[in-house]
């Protein structure tokens, strides 16, 4: 292993470095420390200021190019630790508002990319054409990822926003790593739970006057486990028993591992796990991942998904729900509702995802059934493994959340 950090064309003598990304929020990131020692004047303490750019390299590889966006000092003598983040988070931090017609994804890409410098190394060709679409006061990131979650209803395909070096890329998730992970080689922990706390199995179908006009049921579960019942109010210009079929749950599954690390091993990307104490075998998708570079030492932490998805399933299709030209919803339909957020508050999120929401209309979280906790336990909740630390991965909805 030779993993080396640059900094100001100099190579850093680091203690740890991480190394971590999520596939719903594709910016990655690496935290490291550095010795440091303020008392004494023969020290040659590093001075990396708040803007600066660093790169991870994996020998003559580079892994990873970014701007310090955090740094933490301390008093006493020791170690100082630094954030960067790759130059995604731009995309992620900065709205827009636009509206586009008979535009490509790839063509929606690169002009919000042009707007705002960042440079296209090579998206994915869909060829879908998207008639109409429009972006009220979303992030840049959240716009070209939305538009690609349009393509994915005509091409079957999903996908992920990654940085090479200052440069976009778009590709396919899932993608095969090329990794096979072995109990008796490389796994050194690995975790499996199923629940049916999530579970859906019968779902009532209503219209504006509350009189029940159809349902939609998993026979099976419901045979198996009992009725565990929601449900939804019919909507003008789409599929009663459609929209209703997807919330509808199933068992919840959830898997991590601890292994030998691989750099090719990152979210997004599929690999192979071979574990007899946990039953997991297969191919599974990463969801999220944490490398930890330390004492020549490469270990890595895996979250795993059984099928892929998107957090933001692009379930508010405002073209594709309004039926008839210049039809609106019925008084009753599902939306949004902005409220304020504090930690008081209760807040609504998916095991799977990375965001908090104020009310369960929320149009993401629709065809799914959300967690319920107080805010401030929540985050309490993420710090648990490595690349949130002392911080939290969860983020609050930019459609329903308001915070101050």
Known sequence: MAIKLLWSKKWLDYTSVEWSGSHNQSSRQITFSLPANRYDKGFKNVNIKLGDIVSLYDGKTRLFLGV????EKSAEIGTESYTARDFLHYLLRSMGMYKFKNKTPEQIAKQICGSVGIKI???ATTGVVIPKMICEDMSLYDIIAKAYRKAFLKTGKRYLLSMNADKL???EKGLKSGITLNQSQDITGATYSDTTDNMVNLVKIYNDSMKQIGEVR????????????STYQKEDGV???TEAGKMLVG?????SVSAIGYI????GKSIVIKDGATGLKGRFYITNDTHRFENDTHMMDLDLAWKLTDEDEDSDDTESKKGKKGKKKKKGSRRAV???????????YLKTGNVYHSNTSCHVLKGNTPKKIVLSELLKETLKRGKNKGKSKYRACKICCKTD
């Open 264 to 267: 090719e091993a990152v979210a």
């Open 218 to 229: 998993h026979k099976d579960n419901i045979d198996k486990f009992g009725i565990y019942q």
């Open 251 to 255: 068992v919840t599954r959830e898997a």
């Open 68 to 71: 310090i966006t955090a740094r």
């Open 338 to 348: 902005k409220q304020n957020v504090t930690p008081e508050s209760t807040v609504f």
């Open 121 to 123: 190394d090579k998206v």
């Open 169 to 171: 890329v778009v590709s």
């Open 239 to 241: 599929s009663a028993n």
